[in-house]
């Protein structure tokens, strides 16, 4: 998160039923936004206590990441450490974010020249900004054949990285890439359904490769454009339980 004045997000967090129970964490202008959503879950683990059974049925808390923003790129990580937190209250997570677009103009004429808001171009008016649902297996000398034989599937691309090595003397990733867009819309859930329901069937495959050969999966989701319309992100219990049993982390990434 930027640390910025036009920048304000807040978490609120609905622990259940009895408003007495809701918190509010923010509006902050840094800091990273997943801090919020821990600290709300904090609060919902305090209030609850043992009162709280979780159960198939259950229904758990409900958080909702809210706010405006100037620059980017901006986004939440979650770790597949806070997705088996969240899996495990049966929790349910909104992120609702815009941006500020005419604020942005601004500061970048300010230090650049006119020209270059050629590569912040906008959606025509009223059209939804592209965006890309991505799962990836990302590892260090992935076998790409390998991979798709133990998935049965064909990726939709795949990367290698020119030379090994960072300049730091890192080990460089290669990529198993499966994507969805570019699309054009106002919420991720129909196209994050689609790849859910494609990945669920190969839950203990994934989980094999990234015990066998130290890949890590992760969902992405893209936003292309510099909109101020940032496409909603819902996920609901049985999602998050999904992404915790492929040992997933999920990144929203907004340019």
């Known amino acids: 998160m930027k640390d910025s004045p036009?920048?304000?997000?807040?978490?609120?967090?609905?622990?259940?039923e009895s408003a007495g129970t809701n918190v509010t964490i923010g509006p902050r202008d840094s800091g990273e936004i997943?801090?919020?959503?821990?600290?709300?879950?904090?609060?919902?683990?305090?209030?609850?206590g043992p009162r709280r059974s979780v159960g198939a049925s259950a229904r758990g808390p409900r958080y909702l990441c809210s706010g405006v923003f100037t620059e980017g790129p901006l986004g939440l990580i979650l770790q597949p450490d806070d997705i088996r937190t969240l899996a495990s209250e049966r929790a349910a997570l909104t992120v609702r974010l815009f941006?500020?677009?005419?604020?942005?103009?601004?500061?970048?004429?300010?230090?650049?020249?006119?020209?270059?808001?050629?590569?912040?171009?906008?959606p025509a008016k009223g059209e939804s900004p592209e965006v890309e649902v991505i799962f990836a297996l990302r590892g260090v000398g992935l076998d790409f054949g390998l991979i798709s034989k133990r998935l049965g599937l064909e990726p939709t691309y795949t990367s290698s990285p020119p030379r090994p090595f960072t300049s730091e003397g890192g080990s460089r990733r290669h990529q198993w890439?499966?994507?969805?867009?570019?699309?054009?819309?106002?919420?991720?859930?129909?196209?994050?359904?689609?790849?859910?329901?494609?990945?669920?069937?190969?839950?203990?495959?994934?989980?094999?490769?990234?015990?066998?050969?130290?890949?890590?999966?992760?969902?992405?989701?893209?936003?292309?454009?510099?909109?101020?319309?940032?496409?909603?992100?819902r996920l609901g219990p049985n999602d998050l339980l999904l992404l915790a049993n492929l040992e997933s982390r999920l990144w929203l990434d907004i340019l």
Do not use: W
């Open 6 to 16: 036009e920048f304000a997000v807040t978490v609120r967090g609905f622990c259940e």
């Open 34 to 48: 997943v801090d919020l959503l821990r600290e709300a879950q904090a609060h919902c683990k305090h209030v609850l």
């Open 99 to 122: 941006r500020n677009v005419e604020a942005f103009r601004e500061r970048i004429l300010a230090v650049r020249d006119e020209k270059e808001l050629d590569d912040y171009v906008e």
């Open 177 to 233: 890439i499966l994507t969805t867009g570019p699309l054009r819309l106002m919420d991720f859930q129909e196209p994050l359904a689609q790849l859910f329901q494609r990945l669920a069937p190969l839950t203990e495959q994934i989980r094999s490769l990234a015990n066998e050969i130290l890949v890590e999966p992760s969902v992405d989701l893209v936003v292309l454009e510099y909109s101020d319309r940032i496409p909603t992100l």
